[in-house]
């Protein structure tokens, strides 16, 4: 499987913008589909899974509700919208798929920037 972040860019506080993660090259029936971020000098963290069979969708507390993940089958693709975007929220995204009740990512896409400006 491999996948493809896209979408980033430089916005201004409370703006918003929605990434994109194309999958190709496998089936995800078995997978969980992550945004995961990691902004300078911080370590990984999660941000929104979603459930590629089913769509059952989880979220990190800290969003409380300004992200929304979700994924068109029909195309292999998974979106983050992000809302009310604060400068907090800059980091380099990337979406990540393991296969569920395991811990580790078996997939990763390339990262893609996104700069909120104060």
């Known amino acids: 499987v491999q996948l493809q972040a896209y979408g980033g860019g430089l916005v201004q506080a409370g703006d918003s913008l929605r990434l994109s993660c194309a999958a190709s090259?496998?089936?995800?029936?078995?997978?969980?589909i992550d945004w995961v971020r990691q902004a300078p000098g911080k370590e990984r963290e999660f941000v929104a899974s979603?459930?590629?069979?089913?769509?059952?969708?989880y979220y990190a507390d800290f969003l409380k509700g300004r992200f929304t993940i979700s994924r068109d089958k029909a195309q292999n693709m998974v979106y983050l919208q992000m809302n009310a975007l604060k400068p907090e929220d800059t980091a380099v995204y990337y979406c990540?798929?393991?296969?569920?009740?395991?811990?580790?990512?078996?997939?990763w896409g390339q990262g893609t920037q996104v700069t909120v400006s104060s």
């Open positions: 990540a798929a393991k296969v569920i009740y395991s811990d580790n990512y078996s997939y």
């Open positions: 090259g496998g089936t995800l029936n078995r997978y969980l």
């Open positions: 979603i459930r590629w069979s089913g769509g059952m969708t």
